[in-house]
């Protein structure tokens, strides 16, 4: 029969069950006297349940109070955790806040930033009490105060330059440029109070159109102003380049739109449009059509090849704030909160205005409407937000890659910036037709073949009159040497004669077409 075996020898005696509930205090409880002394629990967060264990239960019929539950143990507050700032915070330009803390924000400025409705904010499944409106009021109210007291340091009219690491900005007194991490890199004191930013790439030239009336120039390049035009037409508020030639269009205050380059103080052509106020402007990507909207709530469209006569037009509800066109030609325009959109039977037809080939309506006001390159999108700024809408067909689907290439890598890019600083063209070749720079400048040649005649005392260019040379053994008489020359202006004469009969029946074509009323641009295809 076996014997248990005894508690000294190969069993360790039995303890209670107390004590085995025990353990020893760790390290850490030494730190911690401080806690100890003031009554609260030595072991760490997961001993709670042990100690409770450890405590005599209660009886069941026992009659307690609320008071005599509540833990006498002093309540220590918790130490709120310190964010550590590694960077200060950063503003658009790079700056910390101007205002720091509350400050006090006019009303007039609070209200130009409240652009939701604050009806529309809740859903639909809760109830729209007047308790949850007040909160959502409180809320768009905190955000308007937040974007007024920032005024200064939103973009006014911003502009991306030559590089997308460089940025233009139109703000409340002068012209800034920030780099793509929002630090400012210049500050141009020259151009104040800009209203419209235009860049034209392939000169490295800013074009700023400014409260006082004046269109300046800045080569981005070097940091100069290459010229400053005044329109003398007020205020200029509606602005856009031909892509085309690099030609600047201002639309003005009584209905006209005139096109300007850095080479001429006077305008290069003056285009009465509208009979009012001129709103928006838009010269498709050929340079040949030009879409115009001005208070009289008409909408045109001009041919800009030499004639600069309407096309078409159509009367509208209202007269639209915003236009642009598409790399395919379509036109979009901005009405209240209705976007419209044209097109054309084809890329170098102008659109026809006679029904809208998409229309949508926003949830508020139109800002600003721009085509996004070689994509079918729309880009719609509006009260609300940003509206992307589809519209297939307005992209190139095939893009020059040596020209813009959006899928260009970072070293193509800096090769880019270079080949377009070797390649750029000088601000004065700016004119109506980029063509005529390959021409050959008549009037200037004749002018310089006329001084130099007059230097030298003769023309060396001129035909040296016929000499024959003379023959030996007496043949050379006098009355042989009047032969042989009256030979060859004969001769000379024939061929006169000969080339204006081959001409004559052209003439006479030419006159027997009949006149039209107004020449056409397709005249130029018929031979």
């Known amino acids: ?31 911690e006297t401080t806690l100890t002394a003031a009554g609260a629990s030595p072991g760490p967060p997961g001993s709670k349940k042990r100690n409770r264990e450890l405590r005599p239960e209660r009886p069941k019929n026992a009659n307690i109070t609320k008071k005599s539950r509540i833990s006498r143990k002093p309540h220590l507050p ?34 130009k930033f409240r652009r939701i409705d604050k009806s529309k904010k809740l859903p639909h499944s809760k109830s729209k009490t007047r308790s949850r409106l007040e909160v959502a009021e409180a809320e768009e109210e905190e955000i308007s105060i937040k974007a007024a007291r920032s005024e200064l340091l939103l973009a006014e009219e911003p502009g991306f330059l030559h590089s997308e690491a460089l940025l233009a900005v139109a703000q409340n007194r002068w012209l800034h440029i920030y780099d793509n991490q929002g630090i400012e890199l210049h500050c141009i004191r020259r151009c104040d109070r800009v209203t419209r930013l235009e860049f034209l790439p392939f000169h490295f030239l800013l074009a700023t159109a400014s409260e006082t009336g004046f269109l300046t120039y800045l080569d981005v390049s070097v940091g100069k102003i290459v010229a400053a035009l005044n329109a003398r037409a007020g205020r200029l508020d509606v602005m856009t380049k031909n892509p085309y030639n690099a030609v600047i269009h201002l639309g003005h205050s009584n209905g ?41 709530h008409q909408l045109k469209i001009f041919d800009l090849r030499g004639t600069f006569q309407p096309l078409s037009a159509r009367t509208l509800p209202q007269g ?6 598409s790399q395919r030609g379509l036109l979009a325009a901005g009405m209240g909160d209705v976007v419209n959109i044209w097109a054309g039977q084809g890329k170098a037809s102008p659109p026809s205005l006679e029904q809208p080939y998409l229309t949508h309506r926003l949830s508020g006001h139109v800002h600003g409407l721009h085509f996004c390159p070689f994509e079918d999108v729309l880009g719609v700024g509006h009260n609300g937000g940003i509206t992307s809408m589809l519209v297939p067909g307005a992209a190139e689907p095939n893009f020059d890659g040596l020209e813009s290439n959006p899928y260009r890598s970072q070293k193509q890019r800096q090769e880019w910036e270079v080949k377009a600083l070797l390649e750029k063209v000088p601000a004065e070749l700016i004119c ?10 008549v009037i200037s040649l004749e002018q310089e073949k006329k001084e130099r005649i007059e230097r030298l005392g003769y023309d060396p260019e001129a035909k ?11 043949r050379s008489s006098t009355a042989s040497l009047v032969k042989r020359k009256r030979k060859v202006m004969d001769e000379e004469h024939r061929d006169k004669v000969r080339q204006s009969l081959e001409q004559q029946p052209q003439k006479k074509e030419k006159a027997a077409k009949p006149l039209r009323a107004r020449p056409s641009a397709l005249d130029r295809f018929v031979r």
């Open 464 to 474: 040296a009159p016929f000499q024959p040379k003379p023959k030996q053994k007496g």
């Open 432 to 441: 109506l037709d980029p063509r005529a720079l390959a021409e050959v400048d």
């Open 320 to 325: 639209a704030g915003h236009l642009a066109f």
């Open 78 to 111: 918790k130490k709120p955790r310190e964010r550590r700032n590694l960077e200060p915070q950063r503003s658009v330009s790079g700056a910390q806040d101007p205002f720091p803390g509350p400050a006090p924000v006019p009303v007039e400025v609070a209200r």
């Open 256 to 296: 006209i739109v005139s096109l300007w380059s850095p080479a001429m103080k006077e305008p290069l052509a003056k285009i009465l449009c509208h009979r009012g106020g001129v709103r928006a402007v838009a010269v498709d990507s050929t340079g040949t059509y030009m879409a115009t909207s001005g208070l009289d």
């Open 1 to 31: 029969m076996e014997t248990a075996p005894k508690p000294g020898r190969d069993v360790p005696p039995k303890k209670d069950r107390l004590q085995t509930k025990k353990k020893k205090p760790r390290r850490y409880w030494e730190e």
